[in-house]
């Protein structure tokens, strides 16, 4: 531990928004326009992957359905595809997959919009002020959007989890479909994974919103 904290140098960042907490303590270490509303690109799938955990059980089977038109990173899905949903939370947070993201909120009951409504509802239940989903995959939208402070919120109930936890510390893996017919190699975009400690958990990449990161890391116990 450093004995002289006001030695302590603040870091050059870019980024528009930031906040670093320590989950034992609760202590904000940094903050910058940690309540801003910005576009949060695929970290948008933590919430995505906790309001599917809620209903979905881990061997589920469920059916791509019309996933032609959904763009962007993908896991490979055809559609007509049937997957369990652990394989898909593997696909949508490992790859990004936008197409396994779309099939978990087209088989929710109600289909899509219900999906969506829920990611809102949800936002609601753990007190998110400046949170807003118009998609299940993280695409821009002027209707989409998060902060830094409604993030790390989000994160930690997922890292809470244990099945989630454990998907989004993962690095590469294999999933089938459920006729072992489709063959899916996933790697995970979150190259940090590699250095010591880092647990995850969500990076994100679009032409609004740039590069985003949701990490959680361990160090000296914390």
């Given at each position: 531990?450093l004995?002289?904290p006001?030695s302590?140098?603040i870091p050059a960042v870019?980024?528009?928004a930031i906040?670093i907490?320590?989950?034992?303590s609760?202590?904000l270490l940094?903050v910058k326009?940690?309540?801003k509303?910005?576009?949060?690109?695929?970290t948008?799938?933590?919430m995505?992957?906790?309001?599917?955990?809620?209903?979905?059980?881990?061997n589920d089977?469920l059916?791509?359905?019309?996933i032609s038109?959904?763009s962007?990173?993908s896991?490979g899905?055809?559609?007509?595809?049937k997957?369990?949903?652990r394989s898909?939370?593997?696909?949508?947070l490992?790859?990004?997959g936008?197409?396994a993201?779309y099939?978990?909120?087209d088989?929710?009951?109600?289909?899509?919009n219900n999906?969506?409504?829920?990611?809102?509802?949800?936002?609601?239940?753990?007190?998110?002020l400046?949170t807003?989903f118009?998609?299940?995959?993280?695409?821009d939208s002027?209707?989409h959007?998060?902060s830094?402070?409604?993030l790390?919120?989000?994160a930690e109930a997922?890292v809470v989890?244990s099945?989630l936890?454990?998907?989004v510390?993962t690095?590469?893996?294999?999933v089938f479909?459920?006729?072992?017919?489709s063959?899916?190699?996933l790697?995970?975009?979150?190259k940090?994974l590699s250095?010591?400690?880092v647990?995850?958990?969500?990076?994100?990449?679009?032409?609004?919103?740039?590069?985003n990161?949701?990490g959680?890391?361990?160090?000296?116990?914390h």
């Open positions: 531990p004995s002289k006001n302590i140098q870019t980024s528009t906040i907490k320590d989950l034992d609760g202590t940094y326009d940690p309540d509303k910005v576009p949060i690109a695929s948008t799938k933590i995505t992957a906790l309001v599917a955990d809620e209903y979905f059980k881990a089977i059916e791509a359905k019309d038109l959904v962007g990173s896991m899905l055809k559609s007509g595809e997957m369990t949903f898909l939370l593997y696909g949508m490992l790859n990004s936008n197409d993201a099939t978990l909120a088989n929710y009951p109600g289909g899509r999906f969506i409504n829920a990611m809102n509802s949800k936002a609601t239940a753990l007190g998110l400046n807003h118009d998609n299940p995959a993280g695409f002027s209707n959007y998060s830094a402070f409604d790390a919120k989000i997922s989890n099945q936890a454990r998907v510390s690095k590469e893996t294999t479909s459920v006729d072992k017919e063959e899916h190699e790697k995970n975009l979150n940090l250095l010591p400690g647990m995850g958990i969500k990076t994100g990449t679009t032409p609004l919103a740039k590069e990161l949701v959680l890391i361990e160090r000296d116990g």
